[in-house]
Antibody, heavy 120, light 108 residues
């Protein structure tokens, strides 16, 4: 059974930093591209970032480029999101999401999310 | 970057058919995926590659994609189908995953 468990969310002041983690199990982790997707209160889903299975290729939404860094440790079956220079606009539930693996960039499994609140 | 447009809300009586659209410039040339997000739950993939259903998704859910509109159709709507639905594509030009704004399905 595929499981994705996020952690690391919390309350942080504007301008601060936070590192999210996602522990993956139930599938061959290094075969799968992974995403971070977020949902702000009252808003829709927003893609944040994607990383290839071997970690060589990364993509970012324009809203986070230069501030967030996605990474992975395949030896630990773990995905990360380093978030710097946070603003109130980054307040959201952050989901770890597994790519479907068929070159269509669908997401076939989602974690339950970890909540990030940026507030002074 | 590429923009996907969905109606904010759709309402349907139980047993009827719900149609949720996703508009985009020449979206028929993209592979479209659909997600269901019930309140308080993580999203679930219900249609991928325009028309395919993951295992466990009822046959009541179907998809189509042509021209400038992709469509998710839910036949025989049940109370449990009440949720937000999102379309999604991969924009190879910008290397971005793109979501539509979401449609709230209300079962009357």
């Amino acid at each position: 059974e595929v499981q994705l468990v996020e952690s690391g969310g919390g309350v942080v002041q504007p301008g601060g930093s936070l590192r999210l983690s996602c522990a993956a199990s139930g599938f061959t982790f290094d075969d799968s591209a992974m995403n971070w997707v977020r949902q702000s209160p009252g808003k829709g889903l927003e893609w944040v970032s994607l990383i290839s299975g071997n970690g060589d290729t990364t993509y970012y939404a324009d809203s986070v480029k230069g501030r967030f860094t996605i990474s992975r440790d395949n030896s630990k079956n773990s995905l990360y999101l380093q978030m710097n220079s946070l603003t109130t606009e980054d307040t959201a539930l952050y989901y770890c999401a597994k790519d479907g693996g068929n070159s269509g960039y669908d997401v076939d499994y989602w974690g339950q999310g970890t909540l990030v609140t940026v507030s002074s | 970057s590429y923009v996907l447009t969905q109606p904010p809300s759709v309402s349907v009586a139980p047993g009827q058919t719900a149609t949720i659209t996703c508009g985009g410039n020449n979206i028929g040339s993209y592979s479209v995926h659909w997600y269901q997000r019930r309140p308080g739950q993580a999203p679930v993939l219900v249609i991928y590659y325009d028309t395919d259903r993951p295992s466990g998704i009822p046959e009541r859910f179907s998809g189509s994609n042509s021209g400038n509109t992709a469509t998710l159709t839910i036949s025989g709507v049940e109370a449990g189908d009440e949720a937000d639905y999102y379309c999604q594509v991969w924009d190879s030009g910008s290397h971005h995953v793109v979501f539509g704004g979401g449609t709230k399905l209300t079962v009357l």
